[in-house]
């Protein structure tokens, strides 16, 4: 049960992260400006990386764990639909996010802008589904 809180914690920290940055965070890229663009982004990255990364490598280890060893009434089922969902946040992570913001460190440029938004929209939805899905397998535990 422990490890099913865990994994739930880490998971709702990067859905509400994740609505953050749809709705205000990446928005807000466009009005940073062309001059200060390359400075800002990079202080994003880094920033954002001892944000994103330890909840990301629980909520995905913990996700593994649990279909290994599932507490008492979470199904295998479940369990495997939160192992995908965490894996497909860490796919759209690294297939899309990552390449935008390789383009991007080099610097602005609205097209990439609005995909790396949209992008977003799906590991948002991804972090959200299985942070509910995690909330119903708690509440079966």
């Not at 860490?90 to 995909?115: E, I, K, N, Q, Y």
């Amino acid at each position: 049960m422990t490890l099913l809180l865990i994994t739930l914690l880490a998971t709702a920290m990067m859905a509400g992260l994740s609505w953050f940055i749809s709705v205000v965070h990446y928005p807000l890229f466009a009005r940073v400006g062309e001059a200060g663009w390359i400075a800002y982004h990079h202080a994003h990255s880094v920033r954002t990386t001892y944000v994103v990364v330890p909840p990301m490598v629980a909520e995905l280890g913990g996700s593994a764990v649990l279909v290994l060893d599932r507490p008492a009434g979470v199904s295998a089922a479940a369990a495997v639909a939160g192992l995908a969902l965490a894996a497909s946040a860490w796919l759209a992570t690294f297939l899309l996010s990552v390449p935008d913001h390789g383009r991007l460190a080099r610097g602005w440029d609205p097209a990439v802008g609005r995909r790396l938004v949209r992008g977003h929209h799906l590991r948002t939805a991804l972090w959200s589904a299985h942070a509910v899905l995690l909330c119903a397998m708690v509440a079966a535990a």
